[in-house]
């Protein structure tokens, strides 16, 4: 079955970049989406087809899909960019990495 | 605004069942593909079934194949999911979740979420 895999866990400075990866097999071929969730908080869409930002996301969030490996990326990372983020693609089934907790300290 | 309220969690011993509703809003929900996720305490999420519009076309993942149902009223803008032989492992909070970006069947991403309801399994 095909997997997604995330590091569990990456920290940023405050206003500096933040990358976070997603890794499977032929990735580049799949359409990545990206989800941020905050603790107690329902999931929300920031990144969808690699590289679109839904209405309302900020311009600092951005994604790209190449190879194995999608990355999000989040420039001039804030404290209220701080949450778990997870990455999705469809292979045969819809399937979700296993989430990255971003810090910011 | 685009608004979807699940309800009908709570707790239930193995063995046992349960019935998930999920109320839409703010959109065409008959045009809709719409979807379950569930994510365990502390843990990622995990897709458990999606159907399109008119129910015609319906899929599940392998662990809830044969005791979840996946089912919507277009006149009542509703979806649902009935829930039999409840394991321990089903323990979570189930999402509503509309797809987007469909075409041939398949749908890429999750554009709107609901807040979720809580299922626990347990003796």
């Known amino acids: 079955s095909y997997e997604l895999t995330q590091p569990p866990s990456v920290s940023v400075s405050p206003g500096q970049t933040a990358s976070i990866t997603c890794s499977g097999d032929k990735l580049g071929d799949k359409y990545a989406s990206w989800y941020q969730q905050k603790p107690g908080q329902s999931p929300v869409l920031v990144i969808y087809q690699n590289t679109k930002r839904p209405s309302g996301i900020p311009e600092r969030f951005s994604g790209s899909n190449s190879g194995n490996t999608a990355t999000l990326t989040i420039s001039g990372t804030q404290a209220m960019d701080e949450a778990d983020y997870f990455c999705?693609?469809?292979?045969?089934?819809?399937?979700f990495g296993g989430g990255t907790k971003l810090t910011v300290l | 605004e685009v608004q979807l309220v699940e309800s009908g969690g709570g707790l239930v011993q193995p063995g046992g069942s349960l019935r998930l509703s999920c109320a839409a809003s703010g959109f065409m929900f008959n045009r809709n593909w719409m979807s379950w996720v569930r994510q365990a305490p502390g843990k990622g999420l995990e897709w458990v079934a999606n159907m399109n519009q008119d129910g015609s076309e319906k899929y599940y993942v392998d662990s809830v194949k044969g005791r979840f149902t996946i089912s919507r009223d277009n006149a009542k803008n509703s979806l649902y999911l009935q829930m039999n032989s409840l394991r321990v492992e089903d323990t979570a909070v189930y999402y509503c979740?509309?797809?987007?970006?469909?075409?041939?069947?398949?749908?890429?991403?999750?554009?709107?979420w609901g807040q979720g309801t809580l299922v626990t399994v347990s003796s």
């Open positions: 979740a509309r797809d987007m970006g469909c075409g041939g069947g398949t749908c890429y991403y999750f554009g709107y």
């Open positions: 999705q693609a469809w292979d045969s089934t819809t399937i």
